[in-house]
Structures are given as structure tokens and as C-alpha cells.
């Protein structure tokens, strides 16, 4: 008989408990400072917008991905979009029930080739309807600190 | 297999802290490579990204999360690790996606972005020490480095003065290089005071930690005389890996680098380094490391290598002139970066374009060298001039 089959508990071996010690201070970067600025300071989408390809990217980048210019171009994009997809979260990461479903989801902004990923407010799971149209609805500006979190969700626009 | 050049290379600055993400970075140095050999990213047939730890930039599978900086979006793609030996080992990696009659071009990005990493980027070294043996008594690489340079300086009877050569070289080699993070006038006396961080590696005696990227494009024989008149051949390409039971072997000596650089000098018809390599650039994340690597690059007997430090052969302007960029010493060591840095470095000293850091003397032949993951990984690139 294997060792394999012996152990049913890794209880029962001599263990020494571990871990990678390990946190990050991550970096916004070029592109990522000034579209969260935009949102923070006036609630505001930004991207930036590469004319050979014709292609308006969200979040923004300094390059594009398809010709490998540097994009200096940078435009205001309407805070609004429509829904691509979504899905009704009944459940936390842990498993534990949400007392009141959860909406998520991917809405593509307008005038750029760009979605984010929010929760969807407002709306009883049964109204939800992929394209519709939606809008992000930021905190006020003394609660709002730069980040994605700045947005509150979705709402029907 | 088919011949293999370099066409183009591209940094950007090291710098101790970039206020530029890993991918805006892979994508300055990219960029650079691209315009250097006149170049556009429709001209990419595929991409190698070299990054070392995940944990560096805080994100798993970082190679996919570096694609899009790297040029690589819509292409066939390949991140490779071997630690600090990565810089050396994807030029290789593109070198036989070419030499296989797969691809015509490839665009090699290295990226490393460590500042980001807290408390600090050593930790993401912490746990690849044995788990039971090893860790429980807190090693770093530091401390093993340490236990490494003692037992060379203590084989061969060599100072710690003979070895702060290599520190004042480099450093000041760097004075020249526009992407240098530390580059300085020193003296032998300023690297023996220094801090002692664990004996016998003072402050000066290491690289430091850095945010950056280098790009080298590779291109086949016929492409590559289309691209430009001037194309640098690889010539010859090793790689080996020592075990894992790092301690049952001597630190003194890296067997693993000799292994690799018998294998690149082979293919590149070379029979005595000594005298058919003009220019080196081993891996110096410490200034010993640089001696110890000289040695296992078979370009000096064992033992002798700080000798020729103190003797000012291997200074820029010397016979045989090591780490004329200024090495990871001086230019900064953004881990796998660094490594393609020597590439780099090699493609323009070869061409006679490094400017204010020209090996005199027209070097017709150069090697690049990069180690790591637990002391045991060995690279080496050849490239000439035909
Ligand atoms: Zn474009």
C-alpha cells in the first residue's frame, strides 16, 4: 500500500506553516493617474484615442495596442453606455447568501471601444435588459477619492 | 538552423521608483527598439516578454498582463523566467523562434518593476530556500550571497579591496549610459566604508533595486540585411541549471555558467575566449559576482579575474573591457531588464554606436551572461559582428 493511501488527514504529518510575506503599493501609471484624476476631481470619463486606428481606448492607455503609437490624444467620454451582459450574483465570494440579489454588469461606454465592469443600481433583476442604456452615478465630490470605487454603480440612464 | 541577427535595441531609464506601469514601461522600451531599427509593430511576427517574480508587480501570470505593452496583442506570445538569469534567456527564447524557420521577426521585452513590492523586493526570494532546512532560519539572498563571495575570496586568496574594483568600474562606466539609476565616481576606500549589510557585501558592494524595461528585435538572415547594413549575428546561445541542492555544491566556482558558455562558444565556432572575445558583459549584481562569472565565461583561469580588475585590463579602455554600460552596478537592475540591457549593450558597442561608452578598437566579438534563480542558472548569448 502507496503512502498516498495511508494518509487520509495531511494533519497527520509533521507540517511547518508558511507564507510569502508579500503586499504592494501599486502604481497608477501614466494613463491611469489622469483618468482616475478625471474621475476624482470632475466626475468625469477619460480616454485617449489613436486616429490610425480609429479606436478610442477605456480605460484610457498612453499607447495603442494595435499600431504602437503613443497616444497623446485624450478625450471626454460621456459617463454613460449600454449593457452588454450582466449576471444576478446570489451569492458572496465566501458563498454566504446576499440577502438582496447583486447585479453585475459590463457596460460598454459610448464613443470609445471601452466597457467597465459596476454593479447595476436601481433596477429589479427582472427589468434588466442586455442594451439598455445606463449611466454611472459618482459619490459627491468630498467622498470621492480616485478610484473606481468613486462610482457608485449603474443606473438606467 | 538558421542565422540570427539583432536589429534594433531600446531602453528606457532605471530609475529607483517609475511613476510608469509595467506595461507603459515594456511599452517606452518596445517603442524605442522599433524606432531604433525603423521598424513597426505590423513588421512583428512574434513576441517574447523575459519577467522575473510575479510578486514583483503584485500580479499572477504577469507575462499576460504585459502583453499588450509588449506588442503582442493578436500574436504568438511567450513570457520566460529564470530568474535573474531571464534578461540573457529570452534573447535565446526569440533566437529559436527564428532559427527554427518559424518566424522571421521577433520582439523581445524585458520588464521589471520592483518598487512596488513591500516591504521588499527580496521577499518574493524568501520562500525559495528549502522549506523545512532553510526557511525557518530566515535566509535572503543577501545573506546567501554572502556565504558565496566569502567562499570565493577565501579559495583563492583574493581582498575585498581587489573586488571594490569592479564597484569603482562600473559605477563610473555609468557615468555615460543615459539609463543609469547610480552612476558615480568612487573609490576603493568609499566601497570599504560603506555600510556592512551582511559580511563581507558592504552597501556598495550590490546593485540596487529598479523600475525598468529593454527591447532587442531579432530577425532572420534575409530579413534582417532588408532591415539594416549593420545587423549583429547571434552567434552562439547556452543555458544550464545547477541543482537545487545548492548546498552540496562549491559556491567557489558556477559550473552552470562554464556548462552554458561551452555550449554558446561551441556553436559560435569559438575555441579560446581569451583571445576571441573582446568585450563582456557578465551579470555584476554584486561586484564579486562580475569576477566570479569572468571566470566561468572562461575568460580568465580561476581565481584570476581580480587581478585583472586591479590591473585596469578589463576597464573600458583595457585588452579586455567588462561591463563597459556599467553593468547592474552602475546602470541599475531592474532584475530581467538588466540582463537585456547587456544585449543591448553589446548590439550597439559591436556596431561602434555606443558613443561616450565605445570600446576602443573596433570589438568584432562580444558574450552577455545573466544568472539566478537559487544560484544555479547560467545564460549566455555570443554575438559578433559576422
Ligand atoms: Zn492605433
Not at chain 2, 255 to 277: H, S
Request: net charge neutral.
Amino acid at each position: 500500500m502507496g503512502v498516498l493511501e495511508k494518509i487520509t488527514s495531511n494533519q497527520e504529518l509533521r507540517s511547518w506553516p508558511g507564507e510569502i510575506p508579500l503586499e504592494n503599493l501599486y502604481t497608477m501609471g501614466l494613463a491611469g493617474e489622469r483618468f482616475f484624476r478625471g474621475i476624482k476631481d470632475e466626475a468625469k470619463l477619460l480616454g485617449t484615442r489613436c486616429k490610425t486606428c480609429d479606436v478610442t481606448y477605456l480605460p484610457p492607455r498612453i499607447y495603442c495596442q494595435g499600431c504602437f503609437e503613443k497616444l497623446v490624444n485624450w478625450v471626454d467620454l460621456p459617463p454613460q453606455g449600454k449593457l452588454e451582459t450582466f449576471t444576478i450574483l446570489n451569492q458572496d465570494r465566501a458563498g454566504r447568501p446576499y440577502k438582496t440579489p447583486r447585479i453585475l454588469g459590463l457596460v460598454r461606454i459610448d464613443r470609445s471601444e471601452g466597457a467597465l465592469i459596476h454593479y447595476i443600481q436601481g433596477l429589479e433583476p427582472q427589468k434588466i435588459r442586455i442594451g439598455m442604456k445606463l449611466k454611472a452615478q459618482f459619490r459627491s465630490s468630498s467622498e470621492r477619492k480616485g478610484s473606481i470605487q468613486d462610482i457608485v454603480g449603474f443606473v438606467p440612464a | 538552423m538558421r542565422k540570427v541577427a539583432v536589429v534594433g535595441a531600446g531602453l528606457t531609464k532605471f530609475m529607483r521608483r517609475a511613476q510608469e506601469t509595467g506595461k507603459e514601461l515594456s511599452f517606452e522600451a518596445a517603442r524605442a527598439a522599433l524606432d531604433n531599427a525603423g521598424m513597426q509593430l505590423k513588421d512583428i511576427d512574434c513576441v517574447v516578454m523575459g519577467t522575473a517574480p510575479d510578486a514583483f508587480d503584485g500580479v499572477h501570470m504577469k507575462g499576460e498582463y504585459l502583453s499588450d505593452g509588449s506588442g503582442a496583442w493578436g500574436r504568438p506570445y511567450l513570457r520566460g523566467y529564470v530568474g535573474g538569469g531571464t534578461g540573457v534567456f529570452a534573447p535565446i527564447q526569440g533566437w529559436y523562434h527564428i532559427a527554427s524557420g518559424m518566424f522571421d521577426t521577433c520582439l523581445v521585452v524585458c520588464e521589471e518593476k520592483m518598487s512596488g513590492c513591500k516591504p521588499h523586493p527580496q521577499g518574493a526570494f524568501l520562500t525559495i530556500f528549502d522549506h523545512t532546512t532553510e526557511r525557518p532560519l530566515y535566509p535572503n539572498l543577501l545573506w546567501i550571497f554572502a556565504l558565496e563571495m566569502n567562499r570565493y575570496m577565501t579559495t583563492h586568496g583574493i581582498t575585498k579591496r581587489e573586488i571594490a574594483h569592479v564597484a569603482v568600474k562600473n559605477k563610473k562606466n555609468a557615468m555615460d549610459h543615459p539609463s543609469a539609476q547610480l552612476p558615480m565616481e568612487i573609490t576603493v576606500e568609499d566601497v570599504m566604508n560603506s555600510e556592512v549589510m551582511a559580511w563581507p557585501v558592504n552597501r556598495l558592494d550590490v546593485s540596487p533595486t529598479s523600475d525598468g524595461a529593454a527591447a532587442v528585435i531579432l530577425a532572420s538572415e534575409e530579413k534582417a540585411k532588408k532591415i539594416t547594413d549593420k545587423p549583429i549575428w547571434i552567434q552562439g546561445v547556452g543555458w544550464n541549471l545547477d541543482t537545487s541542492y545548492w548546498t552540496n555544491r562549491d559556491l567557489y566556482y558556477p559550473e552552470y555558467v562554464e556548462r552554458a558558455a561551452r555550449m554558446a562558444y561551441k556553436m559560435a565556432g569559438v575555441k579560446e575566449p581569451r583571445k576571441e572575445i573582446h568585450i563582456a558583459e557578465p551579470y555584476d549584481p554584486f561586484d564579486y559576482k562580475e569576477l566570479h562569472h569572468m571566470e566561468g565565461l572562461l575568460l580568465c583561469g580561476k581565481g584570476e579575474a581580480a587581478r585583472l580588475a586591479v590591473d585596469g585590463v578589463t576597464a573600458r579602455d583595457g585588452d579586455l573591457p567588462v561591463c563597459p554600460s556599467g553593468g547592474l552596478l552602475g546602470v541599475g537592475n531592474p532584475i530581467a531588464a538588466a540582463g537585456l540591457m547587456k544585449i543591448s549593450e553589446l548590439f550597439w558597442q559591436l556596431r561602434g554606436e555606443a558613443g561616450k561608452r565605445q570600446v576602443p578598437g573596433q570589438p568584432k566579438r562580444g558574450v552577455a551572461q545573466a544568472w539566478g534563480d537559487l544560484m544555479q542558472v547560467g545564460t549566455v548569448v555570443v554575438m559578433g559582428v559576422d
